[in-house]
């Protein structure tokens, strides 16, 4: 893996070494630490200390105080009686304080006395006046000619103002878009990955992106049979395709090709004849009740796709004894427009990366482990249209404009017979990397993920509006960079391979630099499949980065008469960003326009690859400009995270999730105040820490580092190590908008319905509290790293 060594900047490999050291205030000893004896940092910290009481009676700073009730709380944990009521979000812009007012001493304190008038000789006085004018007036020419010579070549040491964040984005344009689009899926599919990847590249290049690379890795596939899998009924012994087509039928030319990737990568393949058992979504209660009733002992599952991840309800399944799964999507939870009652699909049941190499990267010499299905279960995808057919529904089941869901009576007997077809191989799947080194913070990077197709997935077109997105904000930038202007952090553009068969591209790329990425990833900006409808904005954000993309989504709707306010929220979202999120602990950013029925439906129907033809893209977003509008605002998000000295993220926001997230019928009380502790602690890190770097009068660069490297790790406290199957670690994610609670917490409460024993619940319980404490002393910590220099000086 030569290439692969190459793949990070020179100055990524090495790494800097840490500005600071965390000091916990408990366990300082004189002389412990650099840190502490360095006079040159006593000496700053000494110009930075705040007149707090001064501060506390500025306009403004009263709203993060915590009230009364809460610092009583705050002391007696054991008796608080917490009001969650209060609990609301920041409101100040991403986080920042600005001084709302000048102290009104501030001129009398600060203004020297004028001299009194001493005797002296005319002539005297006017020739020290000539001769100040005469060098001023010669320093000014110096300085016009030095400059007129010695023009800058890339200066960004200012952060860029609202006209150059314009000059950058104007030039990005829906009909650029659309052509790259067209060109795009014009491309003939090949043998392997590497032909696309070869435009892609090649595409990045020529714009002027630096260091544009391939990133190779050889991973374990598995890939569709040679023939469809198909569904025999008992009662008939009818065999029908996934999509309902009779297999004696010759498939239709258009749909050939669809329905050999009709299957689920990584499933256990063979033929099981058993009895069909309805068991709806697959959930707790479902499977429960169905337990009582029949023997589900290596039975086949009739299941529908949505509400819970696939791979959780495959592992519920799994555990009650069922051998097989015939997986489909009710009519009923799609948008009436979705007509895919007869479309068949692909889904992944890997949780992510290469399986051969799991939690290691697929480099040359890597042991290959043998794991070429991932579960026990033969699993199936089927469309609707078959669905009803081994249900026997009438074909209307829409009644008063109300649609009734599929459902197969508990009394009714079904028997079909499944065959799954699939092969495993090793192939080569490739990843294209390229850099725009930043001027001033080389090391730390922004990740801007797009993904392209893979030679032996699914034959979709939606990677190509992915692509095309993420070349025409490449096109934008480099333009401006050909002028002189850097951005002050790197960004890494990235065109992910292998993402239908579970992310395999991104994940080998993050385990291969896991080091490096821990340490110097900022952020990661999602472009995954940005268009899957378009009736409405849904924007994805980490807690942290909330406010600043909410601030987006107003300036969008500013710009644009029709445009229906959305809320930003921190759910769990298909595409490569998950790496980033579950392993690195990286805030990221998505944003998407999508279907405003289909957000109101169960979730996780993504789950589903539906292959998608570039003429129903163009018919979503004729004009491209749905496209223009998810590159203006990624960008944005990307230069703002890339430029501004201080990161725009709000600790506060994070603390507030926190407390969000434990509101319940039953609120633990030792988690709330632990909580409350948390909350603290961020108001103080974000009033104490984050104003005065924020104001360019008392900005210093060395502190502003630490404090960005602070921001940086702050949401890695919230990974924990064991969640549920399809659940993310990072547990400020919800399973879906409709939920606002810890997703470990509710799957706990769900575990014990099937269970008697509550350990489960106490273990996730466990894993929250430590999450908690983790992020409460590591701004604590913070604090006291700021601290320890004022201190010392003293």
């Known amino acids: 893996m030569g290439e692969n060594e190459a793949s990070l900047p020179n100055t990524s490999l090495q790494g800097k070494k840490m500005a600071y050291q965390k000091v916990n205030a408990d366990q300082r000893a004189p002389g412990h630490s650099q840190y502490l004896d360095n006079d040159d940092l006593q000496a700053t910290a000494l110009d930075l200390e705040w007149d707090m009481e001064k501060e506390l009676e500025e306009p403004g700073f009263d709203q993060f105080q915590l009230d009364s009730a809460e610092n009583q709380n705050l002391e007696n944990p054991e008796t608080a009686d917490l009001n969650l009521d209060s609990i609301q979000p920041a409101t100040s812009p991403k ?5 709302l007012q000048e102290e009104s001493d501030y001129v009398t304190r600060y203004t020297r006395s004028a001299p009194k008038s001493n005797p002296c000789n005319f002539c005297r006085l006017l020739k020290i006046l000539c001769t100040a004018i005469i060098l001023f007036i010669f320093g000014i020419l110096i300085g016009y000619y030095a400059l007129k010579k010695c023009p800058s070549n890339a200066t960004s040491s200012a952060p860029l103002d609202l006209q150059l964040y314009q000059e950058i984005l104007q030039t990005i344009q829906a009909e650029d878009i659309k052509k790259s689009f067209r060109n795009l899926v ?22 002027g992106l630096e260091e544009v690379q391939f990133v190779n890795y050889s991973v374990l596939l598995h890939l569709a049979g040679p023939s469809a899998s198909s569904v025999i009924l008992g009662s008939s012994g009818q065999c029908f395709r996934p999509n309902g087509q009779p297999c004696s039928e010759e498939a239709r030319t258009h749909s050939s090709q669809d329905l050999l990737y009709s299957y689920a990568a990584y499933s256990a393949k063979g033929t099981l ?49 069922f051998g097989g799964v015939l997986l489909y999507i009710d009519p009923c939870d799609l948008p009436k427009t979705a007509n895919l009652s007869h479309d068949t699909f692909m889904v992944s049941l890997n949780p992510g990366g290469d399986p051969s190499t799991p939690g290691y990267p697929s480099v040359d010499g890597s042991f290959r482990q043998n ?14 249209f078959l669905a009803e057919k081994l249900i026997s529904s009438p ?19 079904r028997t079909v017979n499944m065959q799954v077809q699939t092969v495993t191989k090793f ?15 080389p090391d730390r990077y922004i990740i801007v993920g797009s993904h392209h197709h893979t030679a032996y997935g699914p034959y979709g077109q939606e990677w190509a509006s992915s692509t095309a997105v993420i070349t025409a904000f490449i096109r934008a930038l480099m333009l401006r960079v050909k002028k002189g202007w850097r951005p002050d952090r790197t960004i890494v553009f990235c065109s992910w391979g292998g993402t239908a068969f579970g992310n395999i591209g991104s994940y080998e790329w993050g385990e291969d630099f896991k080091k490096v990425l821990q340490r110097n990833v900022v952020a990661y900006v999602s472009l995954h499949s940005p268009i899957r409808g378009n009736s409405s904005l849904h924007s994805i954000a980490s807690p942290s980065l909330r406010q600043l993309v909410m601030e987006k989504n107003h300036f969008n709707c500013s710009r644009r008469a029709k445009c229906q306010e959305t809320n930003v929220s921190s759910v769990q979202i298909q595409g490569d960003a998950d790496y980033f999120i579950n392993h690195l602990g990286v805030p990221t950013v998505q944003f998407a326009f999508e279907d405003i029925k289909a957000l109101e439906g169960p979730s996780f129907l993504s789950e589903a690859l539906f292959p998608k033809l570039a003429t129903k893209i163009e018919e979503m977003d004729p004009f491209f400009n749905l496209h223009e509008t998810i590159t203006k605002l990624s960008g944005e998000v990307i230069l703002q995270i890339a430029n501004e000295p201080v990161l725009p993220f709000n600790a506060l926001d994070v603390a507030l999730e926190v407390q969000n997230s434990l509101k319940g019928d039953q609120p633990n009380t030792q988690l709330l105040a632990l909580a409350s502790r948390l909350r603290e602690s961020a108001e103080l890190f974000q009033s104490d820490e984050m104003r005065p770097a924020n104001d360019p009068k008392e900005r210093i660069p060395l502190r502003v580092r630490m404090l960005n490297d602070i921001l940086q790790d702050m949401e890695k406290n919230f990974l924990v190590q064991q969640v549920p199957p399809g659940f993310y670690r990072n547990i400020l994610y919800h399973l879906d908008e409709k939920t606002s609670q810890f997703s470990i917490l509710l799957e706990a409460q769900e575990h014990c319905k099937l269970l008697a024993s509550n350990e489960t619940l106490q273990e996730a319980l466990s894993e929250v509290l430590k999450s908690i404490n983790s992020a409460q002393v590591y701004f604590k910590a913070g604090l006291d790293v700021f601290e320890s220099v004022l201190v010392a000086k003293n």
Not at 95 to 99: A, D, K, L
Not at 301 to 312: I, S
Not at 395 to 413: A, H, I, M
Request: proline share 3%.
């Open 95 to 99: 986080g920042r304080f600005q001084r």
């Open 186 to 207: 014009q491309l003939y599919k090949s043998e392997d990955d590497t032909e696309i990847s070869k435009k892609i590249k090649t595409h990045w290049t020529s714009l």
């Open 273 to 321: 004849e058993a009895e069909v058992i309805d068991v709806g979504y697959g959930n707790a209660d479902d499977l429960k009740r169905i337990q009582k009733m029949k023997n589900t002992t290596n039975q086949i599952a009739l299941l529908k796709l949505g509400k819970l991840p696939l791979l959780y309800k495959l592992s519920l399944l799994e555990k009650a004894g």
């Open 371 to 384: 794991r070429s299905n991932l579960t026990s279960l033969l699993v199936q995808p089927i469309s609707a």
């Open 395 to 413: 074909n209307s089941r829409t009644k008063n404009g109300v649609c009734s869901p599929l459902e197969l009576p508990d009394n009714d007997e």
């Open 427 to 441: 192939k080569t799947v490739t990843n294209v990397v390229g850099y725009l080194k930043g001027l001033t913070s």
